[in-house]
């Protein structure tokens, strides 16, 4: 039996689900902080939480590189979000 398959995502969903409960959210935006080794820069990680301590962030993923620091936000936060972190990070 072949199953179709409207798009590479649903193909995706049907491979995970195989393996275990997969849930979709919908209304996220990955905000990245990216930096030659910005695991070492002392600070930059504690400004940055401060800067956004008001922000509901999902997930946060710090060492999967020593370059980035990634979390996901609202869709309707994002902008607003990479303001803040620009003005913290940049126009200090």
Not at 37 to 45: A, D, I
Not at 46 to 61: H, K, V
Not at 65 to 72: D, P, T
Request: hydrophobic content about 45%; overall charge negative; glycine content about 6%.
């Amino acid at each position: 039996m072949t199953t179709a398959f409207s798009s590479d995502i649903d193909l995706a969903l049907f491979e995970l689900e195989k393996f275990c409960d997969v849930t979709v959210e919908r209304g996220l935006s990955l905000v990245a902080v990216i930096g030659n080794h910005l695991h070492s820069n002392q600070g930059v990680t504690g400004e940055l939480f401060n800067t956004l301590e008001r922000i509901n962030m999902r997930l946060i993923c710090h060492g999967a590189s020593k370059h980035n620091l990634c979390f996901l936000v609202q869709d309707t936060e994002a902008v607003d979000v990479v303001k803040q972190l620009h003005q913290s990070l940049f126009a200090a």
